[in-house]
């Protein structure tokens, strides 16, 4: 039987590899020989060469048939899922294009309807895009991005601020139940966002002015919630325009309440941005 000193060996050849799992599946050299369009003594060399490397013999030669040693044994589970790995890294590479990621965020009222139909015509069109995408409040989506945790951003401020790549016009009304209205009651009840959420000092201020009692009846961060809340009859709110349902009614100067035209929307992206970013911020603004 062959005997060999054990030899430390950092890297195993991948040929070799192939040469020995060949031949443990053909079980026979001659048979191995011709699936690898080689001949039988030059697998019989590669054989060798391996158990060179390994130190071990990997194939028991004392009989006719092919069988594996016990270091054999070890060896082949090894063999297959360092030439199956190999192949995938070559897969990978043949493509020739690296996968590139944009983290985008997004305002909750934003992250549904026309942005995902437009997010997967973008994706289909960059097949190596992989996007990452964020929607919450503007205030914490600011962060994110001055913090360098986004690469695009599109984000609701008060007008006058003159900080974004591009600003457009936000327009709100106030929105209360068409089944079950509010703004009659009092004090009156307001649905509003979170504490130095977007709108709600907005509210509060408007029935300041006026001069009537209000209270926050509901408070959310999620966009879906405050618009349940107002067409069930919760209470009054102060919406973007695009976000009314059909079970919410639009109230105005007829109602008393004034016109609030102090917002908009800007995209926010470095100066440097590449191609696919600047292409995706066009998307996002032909959304506005």
Not at 93 to 99: A, Q, T
Not at 144 to 172: A, N, S, Y
Not at 197 to 216: C, K, N, P, V
Not at 245 to 256: K, Y
Request: glycine fraction near 8%.
């Amino acid at each position: 039987m062959l005997s060999i000193a054990f030899v430390n060996v950092s890297l195993l050849d991948p040929e070799l590899l192939r040469t020995f799992v060949s031949v443990v599946d053909c079980g026979s050299f001659t048979v191995a020989a011709g699936r690898l369009s080689s001949t039988q003594s030059t697998v019989s060399q590669k054989i060798a060469r391996l158990e060179e490397q390994v130190g071990h013999a990997v194939l028991d030669r004392s009989r006719r048939d092919v069988r594996l040693t016990a270091a054999g044994e070890r060896l082949i589970g090894y063999s297959r899922r360092l030439l199956a790995l190999n192949e995938e890294a070559v897969e990978a590479l043949s493509r020739g294009v690296v996968e590139t990621t944009i983290r985008l965020g997004v305002p909750e009222d934003f992250a549904a309807g026309r942005l995902t139909g437009m997010l997967v015509e973008f994706t289909g069109r960059h097949p190596n895009l992989k996007l990452e995408i964020t929607s919450g409040l503007s205030r914490d989506l600011r962060r994110l991005f001055e913090r360098g945790e986004l690469d695009l951003g599109l984000i609701k401020q008060r007008k006058g601020t003159e900080e974004g790549v591009q600003r457009w016009r936000e327009p709100l009304c106030w929105v209360d139940s068409r089944a079950n209205p509010a703004f009659d009651r009092d004090p009156v009840p307001l649905v509003a966002f979170p504490p130095h959420g977007l709108y709600r000092d907005d509210m509060i201020h408007t029935f300041e002015t006026l001069g009537r009692s209000w209270r926050i009846v509901y408070s959310s961060s999620s966009l879906a919630g405050i618009q349940a809340a107002v067409a069930d009859g919760l209470g009054i709110s102060l919406l973007p325009v695009r976000t009314v349902l059909p079970a919410h009614q639009v109230l105005g100067e007829e109602h008393g309440l004034p016109l609030i035209d102090n917002m908009e929307i800007a995209t926010y992206h470095r100066t440097d941005a590449g191609e696919l970013i600047t292409e995706l911020a066009h998307q996002l603004s032909l959304l506005i």
